[in-house]
Every structure is written in structure tokens, then in C-alpha cells.
């Protein structure tokens, strides 16, 4: 198939490419590099071995976007591009609800006009709001804590409308659980914009020597170590589901389907830092400091609905995670280079 890739560039996005490219898919990237560099390009060629076609478009704009697809001749469309840092949707929501919303109206606009009916969406377990129990479970309500994870919601309410609406569309809405790692070759990865939000590529940067320690929020949580846990997944288990979600929407009759992507096992955040100490042979230093808010205890997800229908399961481990993260930051402290 001829895919569109939006936020190709970014870290699931470029992972996923490859991972396209490998199954025999042909890829055209679309981002506006707001949150990513050029320079991963040149690595996903070397990589690839093939060129990348990629478009610098702002997908808010809707004849920018019409225009893209009139020359395209897309099959399908994997839309990754979004904002996604919780706390700076808190400072700025309307650029959220503008970005978020608008990019995906203008994209699905544009694949009506084209007639291409199958989507792959990025969602997220924060649809499953704070009052959920793990392990999470797809037809569980959904709902939001901050203005990021209401356009998740949004969005896939608005893509489950236009479900009815045209029963022709196929629509997969993958709800990740918290991408790390790595590619294996360690010349792609995380290369978060600003100082990062997620513990990650924090631990990583700690590591590295780029930040003196690392804080734990909460360690007074109902878990057995009192530190909050989370599902983990291996960024290239990630971009194997959506091959395998793109391979689905070809066989089934549901214009809508949900499903999770997670490994179903909790780890702790003093559990992963552990971890990353042995795999990066670093020092981890850490302080307690008060729980974040709008943090919950444990959010895990229950995969088996994935396994069944899409026969995709995650197998990395997280010692596979943080090996491939050390990988990555170690050869590239500063993340990819400007140009
Ligand atoms: N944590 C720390 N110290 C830090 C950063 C994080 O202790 O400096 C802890 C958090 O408190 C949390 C855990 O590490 O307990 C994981 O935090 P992340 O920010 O990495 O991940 P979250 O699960 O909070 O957030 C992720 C995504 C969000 C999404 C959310 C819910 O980043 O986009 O899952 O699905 F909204």
C-alpha cells in the first residue's frame, strides 16, 4: 500500500516507517517539524536503504492538506502528528484543541474528497481518565484530566461518528501505553523537545550526565513499592501493532475498531530505574518528592483483545527497553543533530 505517514519524523512515526517500509509498504511522510528535526530523514534512508518522500506541511491548514492528498494516491493513512505534553496543554489548551482537532478534521476532510477509507489513529490510555481500574480494558468509559487527553477523546469520539456516518471507512484507534526504547541500531529514538515530561527520557538524560538526578513523584501509592506503575511497551512492539492494525482494517467488516497496545505488565518507577542503572552501568541518582498531580496509581493495560484480533502481543522486555534507550542516548547525548 501507499501510506501517508503524519508526524513521520516523530519517535513512534520514524519507527513505524521503517517497520512499513520493511512489510513492502511505499511511505510519504508529512510533518512541520515542530517537535522533530529533518535529520532523522537521512537515518531512516540509511536505515531503509531507500529514499524517504516526505512533505513539510502544516496539516491544520485544510487546502495545504487537500493538495497533498490530490498528488498522493494514498491507500491508507497512519495519522501520528499531534501535540502530546500534558502540562504544556494545561498552559495552552486552545493550541491544543487547535492542533489536535484541527489536523485531524482537515485529514479526514481530505480523505473523503479522495475517497481513502482507512485510517490508523494514535490514541493513548489516558482516554481511560484517573478512575479506571487496571488492567484497562476497551470498552471501559472514557474520559480526560488535562486538555491533551480530552483531544484524545475527542478525536476518536468524532472518528467513531464518521464510523456511521460512512460505513465504508475502516478506522483502527491504537490505544498506546507508555512508548520507550529504542531502534536496535541505536541511530534512531526519543528526542524529546525541551526538557522532557516522561520518565524515560529523563532517566536517560540523567544517565547520560545532561540532568544531575531524577525525582519520583509518589512514593506513598498503593503498589508494592509505593512508587506508581505503568505499562511500558517497546517503541518497535509499538510500530509493529500499527502494521498489523493496517493489515487488519484490510479484512474486517467494522468501520471502528479499538484496540490497546500494551504489554499488560506493571513496572514501577523504581523498578525501571533500577533497571536502566544496569543496563547503562550509570548512576541513577533520585529524590522522593511529592506525588504529580493527576497521576494515578497504576495504568496497565489488558492486550488480549489485541493479541486475538490483530495476533500482535509485545515480546521486548523491559531489560530489551532500556538496553536499546542507553543505546540511542549514549551514542547521541545531545538527540539528533540540527541539521
Ligand atoms: N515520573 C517520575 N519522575 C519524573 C517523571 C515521571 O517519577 O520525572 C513518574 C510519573 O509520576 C509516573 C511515571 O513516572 O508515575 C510515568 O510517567 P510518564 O510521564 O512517563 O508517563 P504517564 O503515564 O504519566 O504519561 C503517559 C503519556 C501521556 C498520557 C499518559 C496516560 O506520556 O501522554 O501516559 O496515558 F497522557
Same mark, same amino acid.
Given at each position: 500500500?501507499?501510506?501517508?505517514?503524519?508526524?513521520?519524523?516523530?519517535?513512534?512515526?520514524?519507527?513505524?516507517?521503517?517497520?512499513?517500509?520493511?512489510?513492502?509498504?511505499?511511505?510519504?511522510?508529512?510533518?512541520?517539524?515542530?517537535?522533530?528535526?529533518?535529520?532523522?530523514?537521512?537515518?531512516?534512508?540509511?536505515?531503509?536503504?531507500?529514499?524517504?518522500?516526505?512533505?513539510?506541511?502544516?496539516?491544520?491548514?485544510?487546502?495545504?492538506?487537500?493538495?497533498?492528498?490530490?498528488?498522493?494516491?494514498?491507500?491508507?493513512?497512519?495519522?501520528?502528528?499531534?501535540?502530546?505534553?500534558?502540562?504544556?496543554?494545561?498552559?495552552?489548551?486552545?493550541?491544543?484543541?487547535?492542533?489536535?482537532?484541527?489536523?485531524?478534521?482537515?485529514?479526514?476532510?481530505?480523505?473523503?474528497?479522495?475517497?481513502?477509507?482507512?485510517?490508523?489513529?494514535?490514541?493513548?490510555?489516558?482516554?481511560?481518565?484517573?478512575?479506571?481500574?487496571?488492567?484497562?480494558?476497551?470498552?471501559?468509559?472514557?474520559?480526560?484530566?488535562?486538555?491533551?487527553?480530552?483531544?484524545?477523546?475527542?478525536?476518536?469520539?468524532?472518528?467513531?461518528?464518521?464510523?456511521?456516518?460512512?460505513?465504508?471507512?475502516?478506522?483502527?484507534?491504537?490505544?498506546?501505553?507508555?512508548?520507550?526504547?529504542?531502534?536496535?541500531? !541505536? #541511530?534512531?529514538?526519543?528526542? &524529546?523537545? $525541551?526538557?522532557?515530561?516522561?520518565?524515560?527520557?529523563? /532517566?536517560?538524560?540523567? =544517565?547520560? %550526565?545532561?540532568?544531575?538526578?531524577?525525582?519520583?513523584? !509518589? #512514593?506513598?501509592?498503593?503498589? &508494592?513499592? $509505593?512508587?506508581?506503575?505503568?505499562?511500558?511497551?517497546? /517503541?518497535?512492539?509499538? =510500530?509493529? %501493532?500499527?502494521?498489523?492494525?493496517?493489515?487488519?482494517? !484490510?479484512?474486517?467488516?467494522?468501520?471502528?475498531?479499538?484496540?490497546?497496545?500494551?504489554?499488560?505488565?506493571?513496572?514501577?518507577?523504581?523498578?525501571?530505574?533500577?533497571?536502566?542503572?544496569?543496563?547503562?552501568?550509570?548512576?541513577?541518582?533520585?529524590?522522593?518528592?511529592?506525588?504529580?498531580?493527576?497521576?494515578?496509581?497504576?495504568?496497565?493495560?489488558?492486550?488480549?483483545?489485541?493479541?486475538?484480533?490483530?495476533?500482535?502481543?509485545?515480546?521486548?522486555?523491559?531489560?530489551?527497553?532500556?538496553?536499546?534507550?542507553?543505546?540511542?542516548?549514549?551514542?547521541?547525548?545531545?538527540?539528533?543533530?540540527?541539521?
Amino acid at each position: 500500500m501507499r501510506i501517508l505517514v503524519t508526524g513521520g519524523s516523530g519517535y513512534i512515526g520514524s519507527h513505524t516507517t521503517l517497520q512499513l517500509i520493511a512489510a513492502g509498504h511505499e511511505v510519504v511522510i508529512a510533518d512541520n517539524f515542530s517537535r522533530s528535526k529533518p535529520s532523522v530523514l537521512g537515518r531512516l534512508e540509511s536505515l531503509s536503504g531507500v529514499p524517504i518522500k516526505h512533505h513539510v506541511i502544516d496539516l491544520t491548514d485544510q487546502d495545504e492538506t487537500d493538495r497533498l492528498f490530490a498528488q498522493g494516491a494514498f491507500d491508507a493513512v497512519i495519522h501520528f502528528a499531534g501535540l502530546k505534553a500534558v502540562g504544556e496543554s494545561v498552559a495552552m489548551p486552545l493550541e491544543y484543541y487547535a492542533n489536535n482537532l484541527g489536523s485531524t478534521l482537515s485529514v479526514l476532510a481530505a480523505m473523503r474528497a479522495h475517497g481513502v477509507k482507512k485510517l490508523v489513529f494514535s490514541s493513548s490510555a489516558t482516554v481511560y481518565g484517573e478512575d479506571a481500574p487496571a488492567p484497562m480494558r476497551e470498552p471501559f468509559p472514557t474520559s480526560a484530566t488535562n486538555p491533551y487527553g480530552w483531544t484524545k477523546v475527542m478525536q476518536e469520539q468524532m472518528l467513531r461518528d464518521l464510523g456511521v456516518a460512512d460505513p465504508e471507512m475502516r478506522i483502527a484507534l491504537l490505544r498506546y501505553f507508555n512508548p520507550v526504547g529504542a531502534h536496535q541500531s !541505536g #541511530t534512531i529514538g526519543e528526542d &524529546p523537545h $525541551g526538557v522532557p515530561n516522561n520518565l524515560m527520557p529523563l /532517566v536517560a538524560q540523567v =544517565a547520560v %550526565g545532561r540532568r544531575a538526578g531524577l525525582q519520583v513523584f !509518589g #512514593t506513598d501509592y498503593p503498589t &508494592p513499592d $509505593g512508587t506508581a506503575r505503568r505499562d511500558y511497551l517497546h /517503541v518497535e512492539d509499538l =510500530a509493529a %501493532g500499527h502494521v498489523a492494525a493496517l493489515k487488519k482494517l !484490510g479484512e474486517t467488516q467494522e468501520p471502528v475498531s479499538t484496540w490497546n497496545l500494551g504489554t499488560g505488565r506493571p513496572t514501577s518507577v523504581r523498578e525501571m530505574v533500577s533497571a536502566f542503572a544496569k543496563a547503562s552501568g550509570r548512576e541513577i541518582p533520585t529524590v522522593d518528592a511529592p506525588r504529580r498531580p493527576g497521576d494515578i496509581a497504576d495504568s496497565y493495560a489488558d492486550p488480549a483483545k489485541a493479541q486475538a484480533e490483530l495476533g500482535w502481543v509485545a515480546t521486548r522486555t523491559i531489560d530489551d527497553m532500556c538496553a536499546d534507550t542507553w543505546r540511542w542516548q549514549s551514542q547521541n547525548p545531545d538527540g539528533f543533530p540540527e541539521a
